[in-house]
């Protein structure tokens, strides 16, 4: 690992402005589940590691507000696998957390941070994106609010620029009547990346979201609005087809956790698999 300074900030205006000053030589740090490793690895060299953990401002709360539940972005799975709102409201990402590695890794990685990794496979931005959530990102220069369709860029890309911290995660409580569920393909069952993974939703309205991980550059959110798919009358053959032109959207590569015609198949299973889910929890 090459030197560099380390800085552990309790205010959030000496954050915002190390950010300014040092801009992409600067890193950010949370948890520190995905930057530990890529310090170690060589793969990330800040000139200056700056560590959240204390900044007040970045709330570790999860909180009610303006037809919201806010996550902070010192949030952890753990905590939000535990907190009685979320597992009512937002059971698929309970879900989702649950299979993020392993209990030690839960306990320190954060929501936020498993967004702003922005890798492909990560398994909370799928149902962060089936339940319609925004970030709130914060810089010197003032706030501002992506929906998470347009936070993802590219593998490790998000549209924050480096002098931005995400504050919190906004994912709107549900106004009537839905379900949803989460899946995912892994090598093995415990502690590994997604080959696939994916949310589905279904409303009372008839419409279904899917969003499908590690089968393209970024997580990526498709909608059958035609009410087909949530259609319990409609013929199986139509709901193929409707549910064939969703997946064709996704372009997985052959990597080594899956070749791209396997993801390809298993997209199907698991699409049918997350909406029969979706639909008896609706
Ligand atoms: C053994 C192991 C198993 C894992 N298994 C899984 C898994 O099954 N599924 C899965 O999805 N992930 C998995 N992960 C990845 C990791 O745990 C998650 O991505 C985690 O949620 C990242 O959160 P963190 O707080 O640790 O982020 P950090 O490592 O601190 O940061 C991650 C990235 O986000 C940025 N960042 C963090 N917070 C902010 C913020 N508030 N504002 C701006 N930028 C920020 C950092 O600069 C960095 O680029 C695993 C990791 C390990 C080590």
Same mark, same amino acid.
């Given at each position: 690992? *090459?030197?560099?300074?380390?800085?552990?900030?309790?205010?959030?205006?000496?954050?915002?402005?190390?950010?300014?000053?040092?801009?992409?030589? =600067?890193?950010?740090?949370?948890?520190?589940? $995905?930057?530990?490793?890529? !310090? *170690?690895?060589?793969?990330?060299?800040?000139?200056?590691?700056? $560590?959240?953990?204390?900044?007040?401002?970045?709330?570790?709360?999860?909180?009610?507000?303006?037809?919201?539940?806010?996550?902070?972005?010192?949030?952890?799975? #753990?905590? !939000?696998?535990?907190?009685?709102?979320?597992?009512?409201?937002?059971?698929?990402?309970?879900?989702?957390?649950?299979?993020?590695?392993?209990?030690?890794?839960?306990?320190? =990685?954060?929501?936020?941070?498993?967004?702003?990794?922005?890798?492909?496979?990560? $398994?909370?931005?799928?149902?962060?994106?089936?339940?319609?959530?925004? !970030?709130?990102?914060?810089?010197?220069?003032? *706030?501002?609010?992506?929906?998470?369709?347009?936070?993802?860029?590219?593998?490790?890309?998000?549209?924050?620029?480096?002098?931005?911290?995400?504050?919190?995660?906004?994912?709107?409580?549900? #106004?009537?009547?839905?379900?949803? =569920?989460?899946?995912?393909?892994?090598?093995?069952?415990?502690?590994?990346?997604?080959?696939?993974?994916? =949310?589905? *939703?279904? $409303?009372?309205?008839?419409?279904?979201?899917?969003?499908?991980?590690?089968?393209?550059?970024?997580?990526?959110?498709?909608?059958?609005?035609?009410?087909?798919?949530?259609?319990?009358?409609?013929?199986?053959?139509?709901?193929? #087809?409707?549910?064939?032109?969703?997946?064709?959207?996704?372009?997985?590569?052959?990597?080594?956790?899956?070749?791209?015609?396997?993801?390809?198949?298993?997209?199907?299973?698991?699409?049918?698999?997350?909406?029969?889910?979706?639909?008896?929890?609706?």
């Amino acid at each position: 690992v *090459r030197p560099f300074e380390y800085v552990r900030p309790a205010a959030l205006s000496d954050a915002l402005s190390l950010l300014t000053k040092h801009g992409a030589a =600067a890193r950010v740090m949370a948890g520190g589940t $995905d930057v530990m490793i890529r !310090l *170690r690895m060589g793969h990330m060299r800040p000139g200056v590691l700056l $560590d959240i953990k204390d900044v007040r401002e970045l709330s570790d709360r999860i909180v009610e507000t303006g037809g919201v539940l806010r996550f902070g972005a010192r949030v952890t799975m #753990t905590e !939000l696998m535990a907190d009685e709102r979320v597992r009512r409201h937002f059971g698929a990402l309970v879900e989702a957390a649950t299979v993020v590695g392993s209990v030690q890794i839960r306990n320190r =990685a954060t929501l936020a941070g498993n967004s702003c990794n922005a890798s492909p496979a990560g $398994d909370t931005p799928p149902v962060l994106l089936v339940y319609g959530a925004t !970030l709130n990102l914060v810089s010197e220069r003032g *706030r501002r609010s992506v929906p998470m369709t347009e936070f993802f860029t590219g593998p490790g890309k998000t549209v924050k620029t480096p002098e931005e911290l995400v504050e919190s995660i906004d994912v709107p409580l549900p #106004t009537a009547r839905a379900g949803a =569920a989460f899946g995912r393909v892994t090598r093995r069952y415990g502690v590994d990346l997604a080959t696939i993974n994916l =949310a589905c *939703r279904v $409303d009372a309205a008839g419409e279904t979201r899917f969003a499908y991980g590690a089968v393209g550059p970024r997580p990526f959110l498709v909608v059958d609005k035609s009410g087909v798919l949530a259609d319990p009358t409609a013929a199986a053959e139509a709901k193929s #087809t409707v549910l064939r032109e969703l997946i064709s959207h996704a372009s997985p590569i052959t990597d080594v956790r899956g070749g791209r015609n396997y993801r390809l198949g298993m997209l199907d299973v698991m699409s049918r698999r997350a909406l029969a889910t979706a639909l008896e929890r609706l």
